[in-house]
Structures are given as structure tokens and as C-alpha cells.
């Protein structure tokens, strides 16, 4: 079964510090990846996506997130989280053939940053 | 541009009466996705709607459904609510539907069932 793992439920940093939020996913080819941030009452905004080609994918707000296939994984990363950054953040994938728009969403990381 | 506007806000219903959830679209978009948010089963894929037709159902029960119209706008229907419905209802938009597009979300409806 597709599925997204997202191990971390919640994570802490001090503002300045760098950050990693990891995701897993399952699935029978690679799929599109996606990683989105929610803050409080809001909808999600897309950070960044991954299709194919270079697997180091920049997005939105300096995050990055790195694809590695032999691990399934798309860690997102951010190298000095600032205090706006205190969001919940969701990692999913797609199908890039099945003809429809449908995400598969992890659980979510729910990051908060110490000033 | 206007993004996705879903309205409303914010409903109170109790146990046993339906909902009905509305999603305007980004301007020229065809597609409209549904998801359910909740705290204990996280983000669900509800049903997704392409130029008046679904495309895609999610695992929900058949008191679950939706429609598109010809403008693109799309609602929701929720019968007979549970307890369990109570949630964060939200809608995403895509140009043509296909998933190397982005998906626009609304701010969603939060939907308290009592």
C-alpha cells in the first residue's frame, strides 16, 4: 500500500539552528513528492516538489529537500530556522500516472522554534 | 488573483442534520480535490472533481459526496453527520489536474458536529 511516514511528531530548535524533518514513503514506482507547511487555521502552501532530475530540490522561504531512492526518502532541511518558521509541516506524494490529483499525506511534523 | 475561497468558515451542526461545504476554485482551474483533517487520521483524500466529473473517491462512506459545476466551483455534501465528521474540510485547486501542477488550498472549513 502507498503510505508517507513522517517519524517526528513534534520537533523543537532554537531560532538559528539548522533543520532536518525527515519523511519515508511507500510506493510502487517514484512517485512526485511534495513537502507543504500549515500554520495555525490556515490551508496548506506548497514548499517545494520534486518530479525528476536533480534530486536536490530548492523551494520557497530558504528550504531545500533532498530525494534519495534508496532510502525512499525526502528529508526537508532548512540551514537557520527563524521564528516565523513554527508551523506544522506535511510531506506527500503523487502519482505521476494515475490521471487524477490525489495526495498521499504523511502525518505531519509539528515544528516549534525557541527564540 | 483571488485564491481558493471556501465557505464557510466555520459550522456548528448537530448529530444527524447534513452539511453542505463550498470550494471556489482559482480562476481557470479545472480540478478541485477534497481532504479531511483531523487530529487522530491527519490529511484524507476525499474525492477529487475534473471538469464536472469525478475522477478519484477516497475510502469515506457514501454519506460523502460532492459535485462540480460548469464554472468549476465544487460542493461538498456530508448526510446524517457523526460526531466523527467533525474536522477541517479543505479544498485544493489545480489548472488542469495533473499532479506536476500545483494544487492551491483554501483556508478550509472547520466543521463541529455536536
Known amino acids: 500500500a502507498q503510505s508517507v511516514t513522517q517519524p517526528d511528531i513534534h520537533i523543537t530548535v532554537s531560532e538559528g539552528a539548522s533543520l532536518e524533518l525527515r519523511c519515508n514513503y511507500s510506493?510502487?514506482?517514484?512517485?512526485?513528492l511534495f513537502w507543504y507547511v500549515q500554520s495555525p487555521g490556515q490551508g496548506l502552501q506548497l514548499l517545494l516538489k520534486?518530479?525528476?532530475?536533480?534530486?536536490l530540490v530548492q523551494g520557497i522561504k530558504g528550504f531545500e529537500a533532498e530525494f534519495k531512492r534508496s532510502q525512499s526518502s525526502f528529508n526537508l532541511r532548512k540551514p537557520s530556522v527563524h521564528w516565523s518558521d513554527a508551523a506544522e509541516y506535511f510531506c506527500?506524494?503523487?502519482?505521476?500516472?494515475?490521471?487524477?490529483?490525489?495526495?498521499?499525506f504523511g502525518t505531519g511534523t509539528r515544528l516549534k522554534v525557541l527564540a | 488573483k483571488a485564491g481558493v475561497t471556501q465557505t464557510p468558515r466555520y459550522l456548528i451542526k448537530t448529530r444527524g442534520q447534513q452539511v453542505t461545504l463550498s470550494c471556489s476554485p482559482i480562476s481557470g482551474h479545472r480540478s478541485v480535490s477534497w481532504y479531511q483533517q483531523t487530529p487522530g487520521q491527519g490529511l484524507q483524500f476525499l474525492f477529487e472533481?475534473?471538469?464536472?466529473?469525478?475522477?478519484n473517491k477516497g475510502n469515506f462512506p457514501g454519506r460523502f459526496s460532492g459535485r462540480q459545476f460548469s464554472n468549476s466551483r465544487s460542493e461538498m455534501n456530508v448526510s446524517t453527520l457523526e460526531l466523527g465528521d467533525s474536522a477541517l474540510y479543505l479544498c485544493?485547486?489545480?489548472?488542469?489536474?495533473?499532479?506536476?501542477?500545483?494544487?492551491?488550498f483554501g483556508q478550509g472549513t472547520r466543521l463541529t458536529v455536536v
Open positions: 510506493y510502487g514506482a517514484t512517485p512526485y
Open positions: 472533481y475534473f471538469s464536472e466529473t469525478q475522477r
Open positions: 485544493a485547486s489545480s489548472l488542469v489536474g495533473s499532479m506536476n501542477t500545483e494544487a492551491f
Open positions: 520534486y518530479f525528476s532530475g536533480d534530486t
Open positions: 506527500a506524494v503523487g502519482s505521476p500516472t494515475s490521471g487524477t490529483y490525489k495526495y498521499i
